[in-house]
């Protein structure tokens, strides 16, 4: 129990001593109401009438003064107060005659309420003065009214009573400390583990959604803010917010046993899987929501299907490559050979072409298959980009122009940059060759810039080619699908799995003004200062 007006002591402490205040102001004001209806002298055996009328409205006045002045548990002025209170007790216990006045009980009583607001030695040491006051005053009475000589054995069992209150109440109060303690210790700790639990809501990547049953968002971790692209959430209703996920969920209430389809929360977000729980919290049914980024879990799906097309393609290329050589090499004699005439000489070049061709299939699935790791690395990207141009230039015909454009930010993200520069290399050479077919001069456009909803660096390559129909938009990323009679169709596949092998993605867009867009979104974004 409190001592002082210190801490989360200090409420109780105060209602403590505002009902001590009470208590004496009621002992007070009975004594005064006693002495005025003159009953006080057929209750009362008193020593000293006129002295008892005085000092009980002494005691009313005194303790009406400590009410109004002492409000403030401070541990000096209540062991004052305790004291002057066990002294004027001891007073009206004397000029009241002693034991019979019952103002003896009323000191016990006095004394256990003191033990609660001071400290141990203090308060037995009260209890002291309660007992040897009692015993002395009792002796003194005996000494003027005989008749008092057998109050002793009442005096002695009050101050005895003293003692023993004051003991018991300290020891309900140290057994009342330590059950305090211990619940201000597990309040903090379960303070600290809700801290706790709260920080690392937050820092989950792994997006967490509670709604009630209104729709409404109650709780919002920064994960599922950043999956969705929203910068607040909290009490926002699900539909107007997100409307695809909450497409999600009617496919859940429809049939849980099935799993939802995976959602865009925005053009350039990640794939997302959700996922529903009920949450039954008291009377209210809520949902909990788990939204997961299928990049990553696309990135070692990635990893394990190269992996496995590393292990096939190495054990057939021997097998196809050395007949594939022979029947280049026959090819070859028999067009030398002079016999032959116009026809079959056109016949052994198209073997010669189509033996080229399935070689440089090979080569890029070879090359696919044994396509390291990628090794990200803090890149800036318009330092890189300018660099990368420049030595690109330096390897253009004349009737080829690369030009570049980049944003006043710098921007930093983390990507591999051998396979950045392949895949960079191969979009240019793609836009040169397309914007050729319809232009003297074949020119390709590379954007840099910043994506103002999700705050990721962009990367565009443009041409001015005849664009991609709208019936092959969807096939062009597939392996081998080509529309160039001497393409391969590994090209766009390899850039787009190089991408998400380090998280970014790559995806196609018609040009605005005609030709085609392929835009780089990276997963990583830094800026520098």
């Known amino acids: 129990m409190p ?4 801490g989360a002591a200090a409420d109780p402490g105060r209602r403590l001593l505002s009902l001590y205040h009470l208590y004496r102001l009621t002992i007070g004001l009975a004594m ?13 055996q008193m020593s000293s009438p006129e002295w008892f009328r005085r000092a009980a409205g002494f005691y009313l006045l005194f303790n009406l003064a400590a009410a109004f002045a002492l409000r403030q548990p401070h541990e000096r002025q209540l062991t004052a107060l305790a004291f002057c209170d066990i002294i004027l007790l001891l007073v009206l216990f004397y000029c009241a005659g002693g034991t019979p006045s019952g103002i003896g009980t009323m000191m016990v009583i006095s004394v256990a309420i003191a033990n609660i607001l001071l400290k141990r030695h203090m308060g037995l040491l009260l209890a002291a003065v309660a007992s040897i006051g009692l015993v002395l005053l009792t002796f003194r009475l005996s000494l003027s009214y005989p008749a008092a000589s057998s ?14 209150a ?9 057994r009342l400390q330590a059950s305090e303690t211990l619940a201000r210790e597990r309040a903090r700790d379960v303070a600290n583990l809700e801290e706790l639990n709260a920080l690392i809501l937050q820092r989950m990547r792994t997006g967490i959604l509670v709604i009630d049953g209104q729709q409404r968002v109650m709780l919002a971790n920064q994960g599922a803010q950043n999956l969705l692209g929203k910068s607040a959430l909290v009490g926002a209703e699900l539909a107007s917010e997100c409307p695809e996920l909450m497409s999600r969920l009617e496919q859940w209430r429809d049939n849980p046993t099935l799993r939802p389809d995976a959602l865009t929360a925005t053009p350039s977000s990640p794939a997302l899987q959700a996922s529903f729980t009920p949450l039954q919290q008291g009377n209210a049914q809520n949902l909990l929501i788990f939204l997961e980024d299928l990049s990553q879990v696309a990135q070692q799906a990635q990893q394990l299907k190269l992996a496995s097309l590393g292990r096939l393609t190495a054990g057939i290329a021997h097998e196809i490559r050395n007949p594939l050589g022979a029947i280049s090499h026959a090819a070859q004699l028999l067009e030398e050979s002079e016999a032959l005439d116009g026809p079959d000489r056109r016949l052994a070049q198209i073997i010669q072409d189509h033996s080229r061709r399935m070689n440089l299939i090979i080569e890029n699935v070879l090359q696919l298959s044994r396509r390291r790791q990628a090794e990200p ?6 330092y890189w980009i300018y660099r990368f141009v420049g030595e690109y230039r330096t390897r253009l015909n004349a009737n080829q ?15 591999d940059p051998n396979q950045l520069i392949q895949v960079l290399s191969n979009l240019v050479q793609n836009g040169l060759r397309y914007s050729a077919q319809r232009h003297a001069q074949a020119q390709v456009w590379l954007k840099l810039y910043c994506d103002r909803h999700s705050d990721l660096p962009v990367l565009e390559v443009h041409d001015d080619g005849p664009g991609v129909p709208p019936d092959n938009e969807q096939h062009i990323f597939e392996p081998f699908f080509t529309t160039d009679s001497q393409g391969t169709g590994l090209g766009l596949y390899l850039s787009r799995e190089l991408c998400e092998s380090n998280q970014a993605r790559l995806d196609y867009l018609p040009g605005k003004e005609g030709g085609s867009c392929f835009r780089i979104v990276f997963a990583h974004r ?3 200062g």
């Open 401 to 415: 122009t690369l030009h570049v454009e980049a944003d006043g930010q710098n921007l930093q993200t983390r990507m």
């Open 3 to 6: 001592h002082s007006g210190k």
């Open 526 to 528: 830094r800026k520098l």
């Open 377 to 382: 690395q803090l890149l800036d990207l318009k």
């Open 151 to 164: 109050q002793f054995v009442q005096a002695g069992a009050l101050g005895a009573l003293s003692f023993t």
């Open 166 to 174: 004051a003991l018991l109440v300290q020891s309900l109060i140290s």
């Open 32 to 44: 005064v109401l006693l002495v005025a209806s003159d009953l006080h002298s057929d209750l009362l």
